[in-house]
Structure formats: structure tokens, C-alpha cells
């Protein structure tokens, strides 16, 4: 793992500035239903509002390709914990590299181009590791709702 600073606070113009708490190549995942994976691109402190700033890429059902974006550090870190980093400055530029290559990619749950599925692929940088426990729970659940609805069911399914 590579150096990563100690969380501390330093002053300027008079206010406190507390670093943040992801750094580059972060693999972040955000709580909620469903659990949202996104990785840490870049780290800005943003002089104009004393805020530090996240470039993250992820893929969203919403945008429905992956792509760049900024948010707000204390927004991102409120709701979120961190999945894994990256091994050694190597590692960490890979992962960029492989974030930019895949900055467009249409957002597809058979083709695991999902956020997870994308995120484990950036890690790795392996097809093997293209996979998400979270959508293949998902597609279990509804395949064994849908057999006992059979097995309960009123039997016409039968005749």
C-alpha cells in the first residue's frame, strides 16, 4: 500500500481544512438501495468554498453510461465506506488509466457493465473479476419468487 496522509487539519485564513478522506484510485461504495460503487479519479481543495472536492467515475441506471463528474467530499463521505485501494503508486495510475479507458461504456446489467461489475474489473484489471454478489442476489431472489409463485401458485401453470 502506498503512503497515504494521516487525517489532520491544517489552518489557512483563519479556518481549519481537514483532509479528506478518500484519496486516488479509492474504491468507494456509497450506502443506499441498491449500494452504489464508484472510484476516486482525483482530489481537490476548492479555494473558492473551502470545500475539498472528489473527481469520481461510475456508471449510473440514470446517465446510463460511465463517466467523470465532481461531488462535494462531505457529501460523498457522509453516506460511505471504503471497498479497497489501490496496492503502490503503480497500481494507483492503472487503475486511472483503466477509468479512462472505459469512460463511455453503456450501463447494461447482462453485459456486468453495472457499477460493481465495472468497479471490480477497474481493481483487478481481469475479466474474472467482473462481478457483483449485489445483482447476482438480486437475480436469485426473483428466480425463487418466481418458483414458489409456481409451486403455490393456483396450478393452471400446469394444465
Not at 487525517?7 to 481549519?16: A, D, H, L
Not at 441498491?34 to 482525483?42: A, C, E, F, T
Not at 481537490?44 to 467530499?73: E, I, N, P
Not at 484489471?125 to 447476482?136: A, C, I, L, M, N
Request: one cysteine or more; charged letters at 20%; proline letters at 4%.
Amino acid at each position: 500500500m502506498y503512503h497515504r496522509p494521516k487525517p489532520s487539519r491544517i489552518r489557512q485564513k483563519g479556518r481549519f481544512m481537514f483532509y479528506p478522506k478518500y484519496q486516488r484510485a479509492d474504491w468507494v461504495k456509497q450506502y443506499g438501495l441498491p449500494q452504489h460503487h464508484l472510484r476516486i479519479v482525483d482530489v481537490q481543495f476548492c479555494y473558492a468554498t473551502y470545500r475539498w472536492k472528489y473527481q469520481v467515475f461510475d456508471t449510473t441506471l440514470s446517465r446510463r453510461f460511465a463517466d467523470f463528474f465532481w461531488m462535494d467530499a462531505a457529501e460523498l463521505e457522509l453516506n460511505s465506506e471504503l471497498v479497497m485501494n489501490a496496492d503502490n503508486f503503480q497500481h494507483a495510475n492503472e487503475i486511472i488509466a483503466r477509468c479512462g479507458q472505459l469512460r463511455g461504456l453503456w450501463y447494461s446489467i447482462p453485459a456486468r457493465t453495472d457499477c460493481e461489475s465495472i468497479q471490480g474489473f477497474i481493481q483487478a484489471g481481469q475479466e474474472k473479476d467482473r462481478f457483483s454478489p449485489q445483482v447476482q442476489g438480486a437475480l436469485g431472489t426473483v428466480a425463487i419468487l418466481i418458483l414458489l409463485g409456481w409451486w403455490f401458485g393456483d396450478g393452471s401453470a400446469s394444465a
